[in-house]
């Protein structure tokens, strides 16, 4: 099972009078994490849920990697099949994303990695606090 990686919860960004983009850009990094951090969630879920699947996307991404619209997408969908076979929050509305069409941005990104780390913190809480009982096969004090 791969580790969980703290996500980045503080995307920023914005665009001047002149339509100039200064802020944070999504990468490799980046998106490794998002992608890593769900299947860890989904691993991890296994041990309090009933088994349930999501989309694989492969192996890691290289900073010589393209990301593509459907990509993007079935790491929205993930959230929402993680979240729906466990806590089922309210995460809001994930966006569906077309080729050369918009992109994902720094609202969406913090929507999403702060919904992964929700579902992080919430699910080792319930894994961390769930009753354990101890069983006794026997009798106290010996036999018939």
């Given at each position: 099972?791969?580790?969980?990686?703290?996500?980045?919860?503080?995307?920023?960004?914005?665009?001047?009078?002149?339509?100039?983009?200064?802020?944070?850009?999504?990468d490799a990094t980046d998106f490794?994490?998002?992608?890593?951090?769900?299947?860890?969630?989904?691993?991890?879920?296994?041990?309090?849920?009933?088994?349930?699947?999501?989309?694989?996307?492969?192996?890691?991404?290289?900073?010589?990697?393209?990301?593509?619209?459907?990509?993007?997408?079935?790491?929205?969908?993930?959230?929402e099949v993680v979240n729906a076979h466990t806590l089922n929050?309210?995460?809001?509305?994930?966006?569906?994303?077309?080729?050369?069409?918009?992109?994902?941005?720094?609202?969406?990104?913090?929507?999403?990695?702060?919904?992964?780390?929700?579902?992080?913190?919430?699910?080792?809480?319930?894994?961390?606090?769930?009753?354990?009982?101890?069983?006794?096969?026997?009798?106290?004090?010996?036999?018939?």
């Amino acid at each position: 099972m791969n580790t969980f990686t703290m996500p980045k919860t503080d995307w920023f960004g914005s665009t001047d009078a002149d339509g100039v983009y200064t802020g944070d850009r999504f990468d490799a990094t980046d998106f490794n994490r998002i992608k890593n951090n769900l299947e860890y969630l989904r691993s991890f879920s296994a041990a309090m849920y009933d088994e349930f699947g999501i989309s694989p996307l492969g192996s890691d991404r290289t900073p010589a990697d393209y990301f593509y619209a459907d990509e993007i997408n079935t790491l929205e969908q993930n959230l929402e099949v993680v979240n729906a076979h466990t806590l089922n929050r309210p995460y809001g509305t994930s966006l569906t994303y077309y080729d050369n069409g918009n992109t994902m941005d720094f609202v969406e990104l913090n929507r999403l990695e702060s919904a992964i780390f929700d579902l992080y913190d919430r699910l080792t809480n319930q894994f961390n606090g769930r009753r354990m009982f101890t069983w006794n096969f026997g009798m106290k004090g010996g036999g018939l």
